[in-house]
């Protein structure tokens, strides 16, 4: 049973280009998250999606981030002309929408901005 | 106030000693409570929730919740330095239910 996949693992990015990172969920949630981790920082709460539906984007900076989770294949966090600050670990997690049950995270993209 | 908050750290105990962490949330969030363990450059690993008041107790992790108080804990018996990681809180927003997290504790164990 194959848990929260995400790729690519490790991220460069001059400035001005796009970043596009994937999440897969595991199976049989329907339910996404992504996260992002500055460094020494917390995690902060981006966005929520469904298959796709956005539920929640209160965390997503207005301008250049996108997100989606299409009905067939991964969830997509797109970055539109990155700027070094865009540089941290961004996290992904998947739930079945239990409360009683926490997050499972994938493994991170790292994002460095060049 | 935040939703959930955590003393940043670093805490520093020896190998052996118990290690506690605290964390204490608003009334925007849910009732339910979880830690996670984050060791350097890895993801957030669940390893305690809790829900109900009292203690809950798992190997050499308790989980402590007050409601009244609004704070919950988590102590880690016979700490070793394999539990040298970052500890974080986590709550569910009471409006969409996200998870919300503390800013998370730095835990250093020493030999």
């Known amino acids: 049973n194959a848990g929260v996949m995400q790729n690519p693992r490790h991220l460069v990015r001059r400035r001005g280009q796009e970043a596009r990172l994937r999440c897969s969920p595991m199976?049989?949630?329907?339910?996404v998250y992504w996260y992002r981790q500055l460094p020494e920082e917390g995690l902060k709460f981006m966005v929520y999606?469904?298959?796709?539906?956005?539920?929640?984007e209160s965390g997503m900076p207005k301008e250049r981030f996108s997100a989606e989770f299409p009905k067939e294949g991964p969830s997509i966090l797109r970055i539109q002309q990155v700027v070094r600050g865009d540089s941290a670990a961004y996290f992904c997690?998947?739930?079945?929408?239990?409360?009683?049950?926490?997050?499972?995270f994938g493994s991170g993209t790292r994002l460095t901005v060049v | 106030q935040k939703e959930v908050e955590q003393n940043s750290g670093p805490l520093s105990v020896p190998e052996g000693a118990i290690a506690s962490l605290n964390c204490t949330y608003s009334d925007r969030v849910s009732q339910s409570f979880f830690w996670y363990r984050q060791y350097s450059g890895k993801s957030p690993e669940l390893i305690m929730s809790i829900y109900s008041n009292g203690d809950k107790e798992d190997g050499r992790f308790t989980a402590q919740l007050n409601k009244a108080s609004q704070y919950v804990s988590l102590l880690i018996r016979d700490s070793q330095p394999s539990d040298s990681a970052t500890y974080l809180c986590a709550a569910y927003y009471n409006q969409g239910g996200k998870l919300i997290f503390g800013q998370g504790t730095e835990l250093s164990v020493k030999p």
């Open positions: 199976k049989g949630h329907s339910h």
């Open positions: 997690a998947s739930s079945d929408r239990r409360e009683d049950y926490g997050y499972t």
């Open positions: 999606l469904q298959k796709e539906n956005i539920i929640d």
